[in-house]
């Protein structure tokens, strides 16, 4: 079992800024891909921002919407990600996902997501 565990969520005004964390746990060999989604009311779910381990740095790649405001990092010996978000905007309201995808200790692939965590952004 992989288990992944979100916080930081909650209200903020336009122009503000919050930080979101995700752990995974659990039966876990490695982690080659850690991100974070959204969905919006009455819209699908969609890509924020992720992050490999490929290199040590970690190569990362983000929505349009939010390059330049959003910031994904990752501990690769802690399992974690973390997502910086600056200047936000209403439209970044949205329940916030984590995601993993790697393979076990006995190598089967999986991929899993967090319960998620709710942004507000209003006045």
């Known amino acids: 079992q992989v288990q992944l565990v979100e916080s930081g969520g909650g209200s903020v005004q336009p122009g503000g800024s919050l930080r979101l964390s995700c752990a995974a746990s659990g039966n876990i060999s490695s982690i080659n891909v850690m991100g974070w989604y959204r969905q919006a009311p009455g819209k699908q779910r969609e890509l924020v921002a992720i992050?490999?381990?490929?290199?040590?740095?970690?190569?990362?790649n983000y929505a349009d919407s939010v390059k330049g405001r959003f910031t994904i990092s990752r501990e690769n010996a802690k399992n974690t990600v973390t997502l910086q978000m600056n200047s936000l905007k209403p439209e970044d309201t949205a329940v916030y996902y984590c995601?993993?995808?790697?393979?076990?200790?006995?190598?089967?692939?999986?991929?899993?997501w967090g319960q998620g965590t709710l942004v507000t952004v209003s006045e």
């Open positions: 992050i490999t381990s490929t290199t040590s740095d970690g190569s990362t």
């Open positions: 995601n993993a995808i790697g393979l076990t200790r006995g190598l089967s692939g999986f991929a899993k």
